[in-house]
Nanobody, 123 residues
Framework: QVQLVESGGGSVQTGGSLRLSCAVS????????MAWFRQAPGKEREGVAS???????TYRDSVKGRFTISKDKDKNILFLQMDRLKPEDTAMYYC?????????????????WGQGTQVTVSS
């Protein structure tokens, strides 16, 4: 059984930093793609950053230069370092894993999801 458990969310002021973690268990497919998505109230879930099995990364334009996705292969943990946070980054952040992902920006491409962790940035 695959489980993804996020942690690290919280409330910060504009310009602050947070580091999200996603502990992954039960995922045996070594070429899985991993990603962080977020969803604000009343809005659709959107891709924030992704990392492939070969280490290649992608970011949505609005977080480039501020967010960094990484993973610890030995400990099966996915990270999202978020710096210079803005109020528009406020959302529930979800970790996701997919076995055969063609488009890493689409939530429908991912098979497994965590329960989410809330990030709130105040001005």
């Amino acid at each position: 059984q695959v489980q993804l458990v996020e942690s690290g969310g919280g409330s910060v002021q504009t310009g602050g930093s947070l580091r999200l973690s996603c502990a992954v268990s039960g995922l045996t497919y070594r070429r899985a793609s991993m990603a962080w998505f977020r969803q604000a109230p009343g809005k659709e879930r959107e891709g924030v950053a992704s990392i492939d099995s070969d280490g290649s990364t992608t970011y949505r334009d609005s977080v480039k230069g501020r967010f960094t996705i990484s993973k610890d292969k030995d400990k099966n943990i996915l990270f999202l370092q978020m710096d210079r946070l803005k109020p528009e980054d406020t959302a529930m952040y979800y970790c996701a894993a997919g076995r055969y992902v063609a488009d890493r920006t689409l939530p429908s491409e991912f098979d497994y999801w965590g329960q989410g962790t809330q990030v709130t940035v105040s001005s």
